[in-house]
């Protein structure tokens, strides 16, 4: 019977308890409903200045993406709510008798926490919204040499621009020879696009085709620009229909540069045009039929220099000086003549040329030119002569082997980008760069060959990764027929249809004693099984061969003397036991062999000095590892599977140089007694060699001064330091030294002086108790005089409660260039911050605050001017973004006027629905340097600086912002509107 009652009991409490909390919820929303109808409409007051911030213009342009577009819907939903219900309760109000009042009080209370409940969701989300939620940016900057001055070339231009502009034209073909400037003037085109008066498409999308682009490709460059992820096994239809309906959202251009043969777009992903407002396509081919098979509207042929271009393009590369010299000049009309108006032919004979100032030199030249040449039936003979010229005058360059270092270049596809990190473990293992250089030596040499090479107009920046190199696809076409010839090589690069190699190839090899040999790029699955001999051959790249699963043993043992094996990017599960027959093996890259698990033993490969296994399958490192004393480069960042490096296996890399073992399973441990752990931090005190190092360490480390010390001796390093050592998503780079720190809980005690004290870049990322690691790293008393760069980012920040009385008397960061806050709370003002750890800004180049929902003004200028009159003369950039409470800028509480930031180039204000001002009346900055005034979303800036207003502008001031935002300014004289209304565009 007791049982019984308690189990009763406790029925009859939990329903009273689930039956009570609502009533009482109700109750009390019943006598607060004044107060809950004030303080919504408050919040219906923000949202509608939230919503503001994605005003039209801004969404035409952005085209906000599905999450955002449905929170707009949201809002005009409760919008309407809300005004039905204030007409509602006002009609019931009027029309209620005394009695009744408390029974609609209670309904009213009712209504008013349900949308109240939305309001404060909505609102939540939107502070929420990062940036990269709805914002591409429409238009990728492409690096590559202007056609401003050149007046056929501008033509073109304006005249392209013009059947952009022309609704009835969809698809635009521009076709002309190999080398004439197709897709330097496309390149003019994108970047034109970048001006807000051009301003005509959501989003530009350039793709490079090349003459063996395959759908894939195109595909993923698409999604890439969208940042959409193909998923790996997702369908032809499903990637089809994904890539459409995210172009629908947006008016886009594509361009596809380089197009050999028609492409279906439909396949593609591509939507029709003809129902689109504003969409379009440009394609670049060397063949008018290509275009008609594309069915373009209009096509536009890129012709030749007129004479005048002509010598105008080639005075400008060799020089005036020369151009103009009396005696050479007859000689080099006629070299430009031998060019016949082609700009590549012309760019790089001028080049080629710029030093020559002997009238010998440029007769010897013009001969070369008018004598006839081997016939490529790739490469046009007006191009060929020119550019095989070109490269017959890089023998006579001091030391350097750039001829070879050219032609290996032309061993990848067309379009290629190579990294400099890879050319320099290339280069070392052919012996085209110094062994006896140390790491930075042999980056500092393979950057002067590479700079040779841009100077000859051989080489250009990458356009997806300006930091990398490739070649434009005419002069790699001339490359491979001298290589073909001269130095024996086979290429067969970048050819999607090829699926295995022919034993044919291997004999040619060994017949013609070839010694590189390039199958990049290509869809090999299988290679021969048999043994032919290849006794020369040095390198064999089979990189970016996703379908290749195994090499045979037999096929190794015909490359006795490789010095180069790259089969990086290939789905190969093993390497076969042959392998250990490579002593000459130098270089042997494995990235991205995600199938990749083990390794035959290394013992024989005595000679390797370069191996990356990153992003591999790999659990655990081969037999023989230890033994590889002449090693000096090892990557095995992002091997997953890898868990722990058996002690002795680094430290016995006596020649080690460059380490990295990033974004594995575990971080680096501080002690030998760290099990979980790739690796002890106490093996790499043994590398005595080693100049660039990147690690993850598990947890804040206790050193001692030998670990001081040694992280002295690092050139370059990269360390993320979190809780587990485990920090994928944070990127890092080794060409610097910079420190992370991620998702750790500070107590105050921790030795991280000895990380930050040779540091140029800090992060802290997800970090708690950060103001206490300040406060230690004030009471340390010594400035981080190395450091440039600091980000602090998702953190709070509780400077007011810790906030000491006086400024510390030094700088903490008396060098500081950069600094990014992004989504911190508890700072109100940079200032708070800036008082607390000393700082002066003496340094300071830039300033970006993003996500800051507490900040109500950037800066307090007289509080930075401080003792030594310190006025921020060096801050040339300001970008500050989804501020929500942000009222001010910056302000000045002194009664005396301040002039800061004399060198302000840059002011970028997005969405601060708060802004009222940019500064007040005493802040008399003269706004002399500034150029770019960027103003979205902030409504209530109804009034720009005295500043502004009355200095003569620069005429490369430009400033930008939505037509209802300059039509709404309130000026002290209408005079400055007129002058400065010149400078004004009209974003959308």
Not at 324 to 341: L, M, R, T
């Amino acid at each position: 019977m007791e049982v019984v009652a308690a189990i009763v009991g406790s029925v009859l409490t939990e329903s009273f308890r689930f039956l009570h909390e609502p009533i009482t919820s109700r109750i009390k929303n019943q006598f607060k409903v004044q107060s809950n109808r004030k303080n919504l409409e408050e919040k219906m007051n923000l949202l509608s200045k939230l919503e503001q911030s994605l005003d039209l213009d801004e969404r035409l342009r952005y085209s906000p993406r599905t999450q955002v577009q449905d929170w707009l819907k949201r809002v005009e939903e409760l919008k309407n709510e809300f005004d039905l219900f204030q007409a509602g309760a006002e009609k019931k109000m009027n029309n209620t008798s005394f009695g009744c009042l408390r029974c609609l009080d209670f309904k009213l209370g009712n209504n008013l926490a349900r949308l109240m409940l939305k309001a404060n969701k909505l609102v939540g989300e939107r502070e929420a919204f990062d940036s990269s939620i709805y914002r591409l940016e429409p238009v990728e900057h492409i690096p590559g040499p202007s056609v401003v001055g050149q007046w056929t070339a501008s033509r073109n231009l304006e005249g392209i621009m013009k059947l952009l502009r022309d609704d009835s034209v969809k698809r635009i073909g521009v076709w002309g020879m190999g080398g004439v400037g197709k897709t330097t003037l496309i390149r003019n085109l994108n970047n034109k696009l970048e001006s807000p008066g051009d301003m005509l498409f959501g989003i530009v999308i350039w793709v490079v085709v090349s003459q063996h682009g395959s759908l894939k490709t195109i595909q993923s460059r698409i999604a890439e620009r969208l940042e959409m992820q193909i998923g790996i096994g997702e369908s032809d239809e499903r990637i089809v229909s994904r890539l459409c309906s995210r172009l629908r959202e947006r008016c886009f251009l594509i361009i596809l540069d380089d197009v050999w043969d028609a492409i279906d777009l439909d396949k593609v992903g591509i939507p029709r045009l003809e129902g689109l407002t504003g969409s379009k396509v440009i394609l670049t081919s060397r063949s008018l039929e290509v275009c008609n098979e594309m069915e373009t509207d209009h096509n536009f042929e890129v012709c030749c220099l007129r004479d005048n271009e002509a010598w105008d393009l080639f005075s400008e590369k060799v020089g005036e000086e020369v151009a103009n010299d009396d005696e050479i000049k007859p000689h080099a009309e006629k070299v430009v003549k031998e060019c016949h108006g082609l700009p590549l032919a012309i760019t790089i004979v001028g080049a080629s040329m710029s030093k020559k100032r002997r009238v010998s030199q440029w007769q010897d030249a013009l001969g070369y030119l008018q004598r006839s040449m081997p016939l490529n039936p790739k490469v046009e003979d007006k191009v060929f002569k020119p550019l095989k010229l070109s490269y017959d005058y890089l023998e006579s360059m001091e030391d350097e082997p750039l001829k070879s270092c050219f032609l290996f270049l032309c061993l990848f596809p067309e379009d290629y980008e190579v990294p400099l990190q890879r050319l320099v473990q290339y280069w070392l293992a052919e012996g085209l760069l110094d062994e006896r250089k140390n790491y930075e030596e042999l980056h500092n040499r393979c950057d002067t060959i590479v700079e040779k090479l841009k100077a000859f107009c051989l080489l250009e920046c990458g356009i997806i990764d300006p930091s990398h190199v490739r070649m434009h696809d005419v002069v790699r076409d001339v490359g491979i027929w001298i290589e073909t010839h001269e130095c024996k090589s086979i290429v067969r690069a970048g050819e999607c249809e090829l699926t295995e190699i022919s034993l044919e190839v291997l004999e040619n090899c060994s017949n013609r004693g070839v010694k590189r040999v390039s199958f990049v790029g290509n869809d090999i699955e299988t290679l021969p099984s048999c043994e032919v001999q290849c006794p020369e051959t040095s390198t064999l790249l089979l990189l970016d061969n996703l379908h290749l699963r195994e090499m045979p043993s037999s096929f190794l043992l015909g490359f006795p003397t490789l010095r180069i094996l790259d089969l990086s990017e290939s789905m190969i599960k093993s390497l076969p036991q042959s392998l250990a027959n490579l002593a000459q093996l130098r270089t042997l890259v494995l990235k991205r062999c995600y199938q990749l698990t083990e390794l035959p033993p290394f013992e024989a490969l005595g000679r390797l000095q370069v191996l990356d296994c990153s992003y591999s399958g790999l659990t655990e490192l081969p037999q023989g590892f230890e033994k590889l004393t002449n090693l000096r480069q090892l990557d095995i960042s992002c091997t997953h599977k890898l868990q722990r490096i058996p002690t002795g296996k680094i430290s016995n890399l006596c020649s080690l140089e460059y380490l990295n073992v990033m974004g594995n399973a575990t971080g680096c441990g501080m002690s030998r007694e760290s099990e979980n752990s790739i690796i002890d931090f106490e093996e790499l005190l043994c590398l005595q060699e080693l100049m660039a190092l990147c690690i993850d360490i598990a947890g804040i480390p206790r050193v001692t001064a030998v670990h001081v010390n040694w992280l002295k001796s690092i050139n370059f390093f990269a360390v993320r330091v979190s809780p587990d050592g485990r920090n994928p998503k944070i990127p890092a780079t080794v060409n610097s030294k910079e420190v992370h720190f991620c998702g750790l809980h500070f107590a105050g005690d921790e030795s991280v002086a000895w990380l930050l004290a040779n540091t140029f870049s800090c992060s802290i990322i997800k970090c708690k108790g950060v103001e206490l690691m300040l406060s230690a790293l004030v009471r340390n008393n010594a400035p981080f005089s190395h450091l440039k760069r600091l980000t602090m980012s998702t953190c709070h920040i509780s400077v007011v409660k810790t906030l000491p009385m006086r400024r510390p008397k030094f700088d903490l960061l008396p060098n500081l260039e950069a600094l990014y806050f992004y989504k911190l709370t508890g700072v109100g003002s940079v200032s708070d911050l800036s008082h607390f750890l000393g700082l002066r800004f003496t340094k300071l180049k830039r300033l970006d605050v993003v996500y800051c929902n507490q900040l109500e003004c950037l800066l307090a200028v007289d509080d930075i001017e401080g003792e030594e009159n310190n006025c921020v003369e060096k801050l040339e950039q300001i970008n500050i973004k989804h501020c929500f409470r942000l009222r001010q800028v910056f302000k000045n509480t002194s009664s005396s006027c301040c002039k800061p930031f004399p060198n302000l180039r840059s002011l970028e204000l997005e969405t601060l629905p708060e802004l009222v001002q940019i500064c007040n009346a005493n802040v008399c900055s003269p706004w002399e340097s500034l150029t770019l005034l960027d103003v979205r979303g902030c409504n209530r800036l109804r009034k720009l600086p005295v500043g502004i207003q009355s200095a003569r502008p620069r005429s490369t001031l430009l400033i930008r912002g939505v037509n209802g935002w300059w039509n709404d300014l309130e000026w002290d004289r209408p005079e400055s509107k007129v002058r400065l209304g010149s400078h004004f565009t009209p974003l959308g």
